[in-house]
Nanobody
Framework: QVQLVESGGGLVQAGGSLRLSCAASGRTFSTYAMGWFRQAPGKEREFVAR????????AYTDSVKGRFTIARDNAKNTVYLQMNSQKPEDTAVYYC???????????????????WGQGTQVTVSS
């Protein structure tokens, strides 16, 4: 069982930055691929970013490429999402999720992830 706890959300003005953190329990964090998803009011939850295990390969949805960066620190059992140049449309509840082996190419799909955090609210004002 893996528990994920997000933190770092809040209110930021457009153009500003926030860094989200997701702390994971357990001793096998380094074997999990990790993802960030978000859900805006009235919309479905969507994929934001993913970081793999081997060589920490990263992937992003098009709308955040060049603005968001996902990173992990296995020594701290933590994954981060650095969000720069934020836009009002980034407003959402952000969730981190853990994907356990075996992995597939469908990493942008919610059903690929086995464990989820409770979410943290990010609000970007215009």
């Amino acid at each position: 069982q893996v528990q994920l706890v997000e933190s770092g959300g809040g209110l930021v003005q457009a153009g500003g930055s926030l860094r989200l953190s997701c702390a994971a329990s357990g001793r096998t964090f380094s074997t999990y691929a990790m993802g960030w998803f978000r859900q805006a009011p009235g919309k479905e939850r969507e994929f934001v970013a993913r970081i793999g295990v081997i060589d920490a390969h990263t992937a992003y949805t098009d709308s955040v490429k060049g603005r968001f960066t996902i990173a992990r620190d296995n020594a701290k059992n933590t994954v981060y999402l650095q969000m720069n140049s934020q836009k009002p449309e980034d407003t959402a509840v952000y969730y981190c999720a853990a994907d356990t082996p075996p992995y597939s190419s469908r990493y942008s799909q919610e059903y690929e992830y086995n464990y989820w955090g409770q979410g943290t609210q990010v609000t970007v004002s215009s």
